[in-house]
């Protein structure tokens, strides 16, 4: 029953990754200036597990600012491009040591985050989460991946999981130089 259920949710994720057109999402963003302007952030190499790591500094972002200049979509379709990249990140880290590498790392920086979010800031990020746990595993992430176990002739199947480690307000103490 278990896996009938995953492999209907793997057949919905993939169905959404097509109709979304997230297969050449990779390529250049027209948006790319607005977001590094408004939205200082860094896919800053691996830790020491082989994780991918990304850092945000969530909370000087301003959604007010933000939205004139993108469109809610546009911020949605950044996000699921950044976790695109996340799970590129991944495969190329598993492929360089190679042995599964199955999560990220995200290190988000509060500081300076509004106790009064903007209601349009918080629309964005229901429709991410939602997308998040509808499409845990992506299409572009191999959910089932056969691997030669040995020199003989029989497979492992494993599954590879995308999940995401949140560290709240860790750069208020730390300098990002020294990152």
Not at 53 to 80: A, F, N, P, S
């Amino acid at each position: 029953m278990r896996v009938t259920a995953a492999v209907q949710q793997y057949l919905e994720a993939e169905a959404w990754f097509l109709a979304e057109g997230v297969a050449g999402i990779l390529v250049d963003d027209p948006n790319e200036p607005v977001y590094a302007a408004l939205c200082p952030h860094r896919n800053h190499g691996i830790d020491r597990q082989g994780r991918p790591v990304y850092i945000e500094h969530t909370g000087r972002m301003r959604v007010g600012t933000l939205l004139k200049h993108l469109t809610q979509d546009d911020l949605v379709r950044r996000h699921i491009r950044q976790q695109e990249i996340a799970r590129q990140r991944m495969r190329e880290s598993a492929a360089a040591l190679g042995r599964p590498v199955e999560k990220q790392v995200c290190i988000l920086d509060m500081a300076g985050l509004s106790l009064a979010p903007d209601t349009r800031g918080l629309a964005v990020f229901k429709r991410c989460m939602k997308i998040d746990q509808v499409n845990a595993t992506s299409p572009s992430l191999p959910a089932l991946s056969l691997q030669p176990e040995s020199t003989q002739t029989r497979t492992q199947v494993q599954i590879f999981p995308v999940i995401t480690i949140v560290i709240l307000s860790l750069l208020t103490f730390v300098c990002i130089i020294s990152i």
